[in-house]
């Protein structure tokens, strides 16, 4: 259970991003692309600040969270690049970016029924725009589908690991993951002309799951504060013993 106090503290820490998201919809369709690839970029760079404000490391207690940083960091390059019309490298970067998330959320439990849906999904989808791409894409969209698929997979059976809200957020953002990059498929290749709803949707969606994915990391601080404060409690009992003994 996460108490008043801790979820004041990650509620500041998400603060800049909070702001950050709000004023993209606000102003980026009225910006150039300069000043567009600045505001795209700036919720994730909150969400980075984020895992660096909250207890945090390079250490082993901090592996989840170091997967999830250099997720968004190769996030926030992909968007970069998207937002200039290099499609093929953006995505490049986000398959990146998916590696290291699923790295974060692990193998177990396996729970492959969840990954053998999202993968039949996938293979539906990419059957419906697979003609359209050109000889890059052809080789590029179905590997980054796959790595898509298996983070998706992954971030939901997290869930079993205990439905407590820091999973389920994770499992939460997996499946938005998948809905945004769905959606970008759709403006790109099935409608007859971008749509500035679906796009809204394209960013709704995905600013969603990033800040799912980032939050499944924040019971890595609380599970090693309850680490500490157990062994302070013992370390005090044993000293108090001694006192007594002497």
């Known amino acids: ?119 039949l999904a996938g293979i539906a989808v990419l059957s419906t725009i697979y003609d359209k791409l050109d000889k890059v894409l052809k080789i590029g969209v179905p590997i980054y589908s796959l790595l898509l698929e298996t983070m998706c997979w992954r971030s939901l059976a997290r869930i079993y690991q205990g439905g407590n809200f820091f999973n389920i957020s994770c499992g939460i953002g997996g499946v938005l993951f998948l809905i945004s990059d769905s959606l970008i498929l759709l403006n790109m290749f099935i409608l007859a002309s971008p749509s500035a709803g679906v796009q809204f949707g394209i960013m709704l969606t995905y600013y969603l799951a990033q800040l799912g994915i980032t939050l499944s990391t924040a019971n890595e601080c609380r599970a090693l504060n309850s680490k500490s404060s157990a062994a302070t409690i013992k370390n005090r009992m044993k000293n108090s013993r001694l006192h007594v003994n002497s």
């Open 1 to 119: 259970m996460i108490d008043t106090k801790q979820a004041s503290s990650h509620a500041v820490k998400l603060l800049p991003f909070l702001i950050s998201f709000i004023l993209y919809f606000i102003f980026e369709p009225y910006v150039g692309v300069f000043s567009s690839t600045a505001l795209k970029c700036t919720p994730i760079i909150s969400l980075t600040l984020y895992i660096l404000m909250k207890e945090f490391d390079f250490g082993q207690d901090y592996k989840r969270s170091q997967m999830v940083l250099w997720g968004l960091i190769f996030s926030c390059g992909g968007d970069a690049l998207l937002n200039v019309g290099l499609f093929p490298h953006g995505m490049a970067l986000f398959g990146a970016a998916q590696i290291f998330y699923i790295r974060s959320f692990g193998w177990k439990p396996l729970k492959f029924w969840i990954g053998a849906i999202a993968y």
